[in-house]
């Protein structure tokens, strides 16, 4: 795949305090459909086979929540094994 012809969405998480407010940035960040659900499970099936492809999804990982970066991790690792679903054309980048 090559990032530089990828859409590139960014997460950035830096203003929530809550899990409803993530799901919000990933709904409206992906460009994903109003019944997009506010799960993990929603979220994984979203990366594969909702996200427009070839795509590179870069995580700003600062939560205004600190309580909340554990699941941001959990989002990433998800994010990761899908970037490692041989069929989908996925990068995931990592910030701060």
């Known amino acids: 795949m090559n990032i530089n012809t990828a859409k590139q969405f960014e997460l950035d998480f830096s203003n929530c305090s809550t899990l409803g407010e ?3 940035v990933i709904k409206n960040e992906l460009e994903l459909p109003e019944w997009f659900g506010g799960n993990m499970s929603a979220f994984w099936d979203a990366l594969t086979g909702i996200v ?3 795509a590179v999804i870069i995580f700003h990982k600062q939560v205004r929540n600190k309580d909340l970066s554990t ?15 041989e069929y989908l054309e996925l990068a ?5």
Do not use: N, Q, W
């Open 71 to 85: 699941f941001v991790e959990k989002l990433i690792e998800i994010a990761h094994r899908a970037e490692r679903e």
């Open 52 to 54: 427009e492809v070839p």
């Open 22 to 24: 993530i799901y919000d």
């Open 92 to 96: 995931v980048i990592e910030k701060e």
